[in-house]
């Protein structure tokens, strides 16, 4: 099926108008180096081969999709989170929102239909509680069965030593859950903290710059009002 990325837009743009300025400051690129989708916030790649397997509403879903995690800042409110929960998280609410919009999901999609009920803060609240009490439950079963402890220390070792062959592809894949990939946002992120020290730099310099020009404007006074007393002083000499 071929891509109509401007007619998908205008689709976009007619279901929701809200996101109009996000759609509008978007840039759609192509992009074979993904398997499905992806943004940093200012570019949204897609594989074209992915998206074009699909429906119309298919696409529809996969653009708004990324479009809600532009607009509802959740790149940014990743920082410090567990990057696997806030995934599973952000991708739940806004699916369970798009479903109840009438869009047909894609297959692989975080599919939790309570998420309706959330947003995407409570949602990782819940699952984080969730993977708390899961990992109680399995350290009191590890208290349990302690003559199996070495079995269970050389499976571990041997898991570690698995996972240190990883590639980085492999290890993006233990966060990435769901359709679409969130490799981007760690740029994404960094890239926005250089940018406000930058910002922060330009702002120091240009109060400095102020504070000289101050300093400059204070000086002048000062500097004509010794000349005019010197002024003064030799007039009354010569009368004298």
């Excluded at 929102?97 to 047909?104: F, H, N, R």
């Excluded at 990782?124 to 349990?144: C, F, I, R, V």
């Amino acid at each position: 099926m071929s891509i109509d990325i401007e007619r998908i837009k205008r689709k976009l743009l007619i279901k929701y108008p809200t996101f109009g300025s996000v759609i509008a400051n978007l840039e759609f690129q192509e992009s074979i180096d993904i398997a499905t989708s992806a943004t940093d916030g200012k570019v949204l790649l897609y594989n074209p081969k992915f998206l074009g397997d699909l429906s119309e509403k298919q696409q529809i879903f996969v653009f708004a999709h990324v479009v809600c995690h532009i607009a509802f800042e959740h790149i940014f409110r990743s920082e410090g989170k567990d990057k696997k929960l806030w995934n599973i998280a952000t991708d739940s609410v806004i699916n369970a929102l798009l479903k109840q919009d009438g869009l047909p999901m894609v297959e692989g999609v975080v599919n939790i239909p309570e998420a309706i009920n959330y947003d995407a803060d409570e949602m990782y609240n819940k699952l984080l509680e969730k993977e708390k009490n899961k990992q109680e439950q399995q350290s009191g079963q590890g208290n349990q069965g302690q003559q199996n402890s070495q079995d269970n220390q050389e499976q571990q070792n041997s898991q570690g030593n698995q996972q240190d062959q990883n590639s980085q592809s492999q290890q993006e894949e233990t966060t990435d859950i769901g359709h679409d990939t969130h490799s981007l946002w760690d740029k994404a992120i960094e890239d926005r903290k250089k940018n406000s020290k930058r910002k922060l730099k330009r702002k120091n310099r240009n109060k400095d710059k102020q504070k000289r020009k101050k300093k400059q404007k204070e000086k002048k006074p000062k500097k004509n009002q010794n000349l005019l007393n010197r002024a003064k002083e030799k007039l009354l000499n010569k009368i004298k």
